[in-house]
């Protein structure tokens, strides 16, 4: 027995995205299931997970259901402790614990004006004030986790843990509507879209069914700015 999750469609799913870097990035095995949003697909597969509404949705290996990607983080990192999904070091871990609570919390502008869609990159969205200010609001507590925990890799907090993978989808945001970043946070961008877990995920994005009509936007494209 192990883990199952449940999951939406790769290309537009970022709750998706994190749930599912929980475990690969972390080594950790798991039967995926895919349904495919905004279709009769999504409450059907739900029916299997109850009472979870929402994706991404784990069952555990003794058959519980938990659901919330914060919820999932926390359960697999008090069950499989060897995986390193948080930082050892408290004070490290403390500061990943707040950076991925803010992502899981905030940011609300930038979800919704740069909506995730792994199958395309635009050379401009017209990011309005609100979508800079919560720019301006990662790169501060990305550049305030490194001077915290004196990070100097790739990732926030040393090694790579549940902070990144919450911040991946943001960072294919970043990439994929051409935002400005400086370039402590343009590096750490540029890490998130090599990694291979990441590059695995966007590369089963591009087969997983048709484009969804709903995340087609009216925006200039240049091609993907990762490998
Ligand atoms: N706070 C939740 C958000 C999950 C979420 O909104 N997932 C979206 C897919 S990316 C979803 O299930 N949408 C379908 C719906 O709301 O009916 C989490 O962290 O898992």
Known sequence: MTYTLLIGDRSYSSWSLRGWLLFDAFGLPVKVRTCRLYSDDLPR??????????????????????????????ELASRQPRAGLWPSDPAARAVARSLAAEMHSGFPALRSHCAMNLRVSYSDCAPDRAVL???????????????????AGDWLCGAYSVAD??????????????????????AYVAA??????FRAWRAAALQDGPDQDIYRRDWPTRPWPGM
Do not use: Y
């Open 45 to 74: 597969a739900l029916a299997d997970f109850p009472p979870a509404r929402t994706l991404p949705v784990m069952r555990t290996p003794d058959g519980v259901v938990v659901s919330d990607s914060l919820a999932i983080a926390e």
């Open 133 to 151: 200010a919560d720019l301006a609001r990662i790169e501060t507590i990305w550049a305030d986790a490194r001077a915290r925990t004196g990070a």
């Open 165 to 186: 993978a919450f911040f991946a989808p943001v960072a294919a945001r970043i990439a994929g509507h051409n935002l400005h970043v400086g370039p402590q946070a343009a």
């Open 192 to 197: 998130h879209l090599r990694h291979p877990s």
